[in-house]
């Protein structure tokens, strides 16, 4: 019996082993919290998307746009870039919820985040925003403590349409 025990154990370990080292592709088909894939947010540089990460220095006039799909909360990122001389001039960016009202401008959220996190959405945004306009580069902006989740999200969404082009 003990032997059995022993053996069940050592399989046990040995997927668990297999699984924890298991290597991720960056793919999702976005159902999950929002962090991976199409649905929502992927950690920069992991994109399950296509969004290439290398973002040259000579970006193409024009306005640039990409959404995300809704996440578990209900929000979808928007982002609206417009480059003038090769350099990102303006950025808008929020999330929205089904009715299209914007997170950044819903009064309760910001008072319930700002009472966890320490930060409104509008102000989270803003710094994303002055950061991507400042370094003229998603790779360089740096998460928003606070705001982590939308932090991620905005960089994958800055790349998406930077790349569209």
Known sequence: MKKFMTLGLIIVLVLSLM???ATNDGTNDGTNDGTNGNGGNTTPGTEGNGANNN???NL???DYTAESEADDHGYKGIISITVTNGTIQKVDYD???AEGERKSEDTEYAKSMGDVSGIAPAEAFEQLEQSLVTTNNPNDVD???GATTSSELFVRLAKE?????
């Not at 349409?161 to 082009?165: E, G, I, P, V």
């Open 55 to 57: 973002i040259s220095g």
């Open 60 to 62: 193409e006039d024009g």
């Open 161 to 165: 349409a930077l790349n569209k082009k």
């Open 95 to 97: 999330e929205y919820n």
């Open 19 to 21: 699984v924890g080292c």
């Open 143 to 145: 998460a928003v403590s």
